[in-house]
């Protein structure tokens, strides 16, 4: 008797243990130029369900879409040449942890230096927290977007910028897209970190 009741208790500590395990952490993705308008996207990690490779245009319009199922650690090289020059995201997400990673791409001269430093920070689950630093003086231009929908908009002629947004009514703040651009057009999306 004292051997099945110790042997049910082992097993129930051991459940115990096993449910209460932390879930890990999300692979680890980048994205590395590797020519003119080429780059390499690296998932380093097992797939769980498939993988969504999503490229975005400046105006948050999806351009490109590849579904990648795989069930290893895996490279996949994406030839930009036929984009139009100009600011893009890549964005990839998994079924089973949704948004992994973005990252801005843009295409033009290599001559073209970034003027202003922006960040956007997550504070809670409908704020986000814009910060820009404006490099060269000149005029830039803060575009806030919902599910592609322009809802806020402002010319930033300060050297330093910086302001709580808060989205009461917006379902999830993966909807909303933030643009800073200046007046040669050069800009990014920003993703909150």
Do not use: C, H, W
């Not at 600011?87 to 949704?98: I, L, R």
């Amino acid at each position: 008797m004292r051997l099945i009741i110790a042997t049910v208790l082992a097993f129930t500590i051991s459940t115990a243990v096993f449910a209460t395990a932390p879930v890990e952490n999300p692979p680890v993705v980048t994205l590395e130029k590797i020519g003119e308008k080429r780059f390499q996207l690296k998932y380093l990690g097992i797939p769980e369900g498939k993988v969504t490779v999503a490229i975005k245009d400046e105006t948050n319009r999806i351009i490109f879409r590849d579904v990648i199922d795989s069930d290893k650690v895996f490279f996949k090289n994406y030839d930009l040449n036929r984009l139009d020059l100009g600011a893009y995201q890549v964005e990839v997400f998994n079924t089973e942890s949704g948004k992994l990673s973005d990252f801005d791409v843009f295409l033009g001269p290599k001559s073209v230096e970034k003027t202003y430093f922006a960040k956007v920070t997550k504070l809670d689950e409908q704020t986000l927290a814009v910060i820009l630093k404006n490099l060269d003086g000149s005029e830039k231009y803060l575009e806030i977007f919902d599910k592609g929908q322009l809802v806020y908009e402002a010319p930033i002629t300060d050297e330093a910028f910086g302001r709580k947004f808060s989205f009461e009514n917006v379902a999830s703040l993966n909807d909303i897209s933030i643009k800073v651009s200046d007046k040669s057009g050069f800009g990014n999306f920003l993703s909150a970190r």
